[in-house]
């Protein structure tokens, strides 16, 4: 008399995983994920350890983390993994401030945002 499973959100050939609340903007984010997109896994992982970006390190671990649910949540083969889709959202925005000249206030706006990577399984071309 358990809870009934939910459907999946994607398709059979497909696994997903999402990061929130990275400390970056999402402009500066969209430009690593656009490093990604469409690329094989090993490759994207390969270009991920050799990016000079700083947040390239969280959207390593996303990656890792989505290949690791294709493999053990819906048994994909890794080797014919391919970066799908990588979208980037808005998260929360600190505002903060600083005094200025005149009694004006400059504000300093600190953007978080997410990520999620969307893997598929692809069949070997002959």
Avoid: Y
Avoid at 14 to 29: C, D, G, H, I, V
Avoid at 79 to 96: F, H, P
């Amino acid at each position: 008399m358990g809870k009934e499973n939910n459907p999946r959100r994607v398709a059979d050939n497909e696994a997903f995983a999402k990061t929130k609340m990275l400390r970056t903007s999402p402009q500066k984010l969209n430009l690593v994920a656009a490093l990604i997109r469409g690329k094989k896994v090993d490759k994207a992982l390969a270009d991920l350890t050799f990016s000079n970006k700083r947040v390239a390190l969280d959207v390593k671990k996303c990656l890792q983390s989505a290949i690791a649910n294709a493999e053990n949540n819906h048994g994909l083969d890794v080797d014919s993994l391919v970066v799908a889709e990588a979208w980037v959202g808005k998260n929360l925005v600190m505002k903060r401030g600083r005094p200025r000249a005149r009694g004006r206030f400059g504000k300093i706006m600190k953007p978080f945002s997410e990520i999620t990577i969307k893997v598929r399984q692809v069949e070997e071309r002959a």
